[in-house]
């Protein structure tokens, strides 16, 4: 973790194990719960694994500073129904960041960084809130319940739990419109490849050759490993990589996808008229602060120093191509080939 103490208000470490607690309790108690719908359901599961997650995170940091709490000092967390169960989580929740705000911590510190996380935590506790408000308990309710993703499509024909088919359908669909060849669950080096596509004609772009994944999930959450499994499969075939969802992604996630200009779509970037560029920008937390933040290009680093100096070695993300300005152009190293040769030919 850090070798440096947090300085946190007393009795922090034991009120953050409290709501830990009421949390686990709670989530325990609606798995048992017959009369959730399945969104409330699958929005119960995702929202208490956004906040326990980070929260047993920070135990971990604060049990490396002071040492490892006693089970001794837990209370018995017990309610009659779930509001009254929100209430105490959100009232504990409320207690800690009130202790934190009346330190002020420095902004920089790990203190400020535990008092943010847990502001995104009472977010996800607010729409598990509302999630779990009476309301209309109906199938036929479902589509206006889902999130943006999945509302309007939420039960068509076709569409299973676990089964990527109908989301890569739509964006070889998409892709077909957008100009492109495209064939879905294709195979590299005993790995599947849910769509690959080549644009015809070809405008001399990295986006000439994607290699895309679709995660058509309901309660799993894109992590940094479908990312970096992405991109490893997509520079091995000097392709473009694009990632279409509809589910959450964590915040490493996206800024791994936007870091390696990786193309992220969900269902409403599918009727798009083109190929949608990458996130490569982000808005700044300060106000006169910070430097300008341009791309993310300027993070991507270069060559190891041992083979900086090489011949051949130049580096870039997708072979053939150099990064040009601070925004998602490239240019092909070489000019002098084939039209429908591709630039990384060769090297």
Request: aromatic residues 8%; negative net charge; glycine residues 6%.
């Amino acid at each position: 973790m850090t070798d440096e103490t947090l300085s946190v208000p007393p009795g922090f470490a034991r009120e953050l194990t409290q709501l830990i607690d009421a949390i686990e309790t709670f989530r325990v108690a609606l798995t048992e719960e017959e009369t959730l719908t399945t969104v409330e359901n699958v929005t119960v599961r995702r929202r208490l694994f956004l906040a326990l997650y980070p929260l047993k995170t920070i135990r971990r940091q604060l049990a490396d500073s002071e040492g490892v709490l006693s089970h001794a000092d837990r209370d018995v967390v017990t309610w009659d129904d779930s509001d009254e169960a929100l209430y105490h989580i959100q009232l504990r929740l409320g207690r800690l960041l009130e202790d934190l705000s009346i330190e002020g911590y420095d902004r920089s510190s790990q203190e400020y960084s535990i008092e943010q996380t847990l502001e995104i935590i009472r977010d996800h506790i607010v729409i598990l809130q509302d999630a779990l408000s009476e309301g209309p308990t109906d199938d036929s309710t479902l589509p206006e319940q889902l999130s943006s993703h999945r509302s309007a499509y939420a039960d068509v024909a076709g569409r299973g739990i676990g089964d990527g088919r109908w989301l890569e359908y739509q964006l070889h669909r998409a892709l077909k419109r957008w100009g492109y060849q495209a064939e879905t669950r294709q195979r590299l080096f005993g790995l599947e490849v849910d769509v690959v596509a080549v644009r015809k004609p070809k405008q001399q772009q990295p986006t000439d050759w994607i290699v895309a994944q679709c995660k058509d999930w309901t309660s799993d959450t894109i992590t940094p490993s479908t990312i970096f499994r992405l991109c490893t499969i997509a520079f091995a075939c000097r392709a473009m990589p694009v990632l279409c969802h509809t589910t959450e992604i964590t915040s490493n996630a996206k800024e791994l996808a936007r870091r390696f200009e990786v193309r992220v779509l969900d269902l409403t970037d599918l009727e798009r008229a083109a190929l949608p560029g990458p996130q490569v920008y982000k808005p700044t937390a300060e106000l006169h602060t910070w430097p300008p933040h341009y791309g993310a290009r300027d993070d991507r680093g270069t060559l190891p120093v041992m083979f900086y100096g090489e011949p051949g070695k130049r580096f870039s993300y997708v072979p053939g191509f150099r990064p040009v300005g601070m925004e998602s152009d490239y240019k092909p190293i070489d000019d002098d080939r084939d039209d429908d040769t591709h630039p990384a030919a060769g090297h």
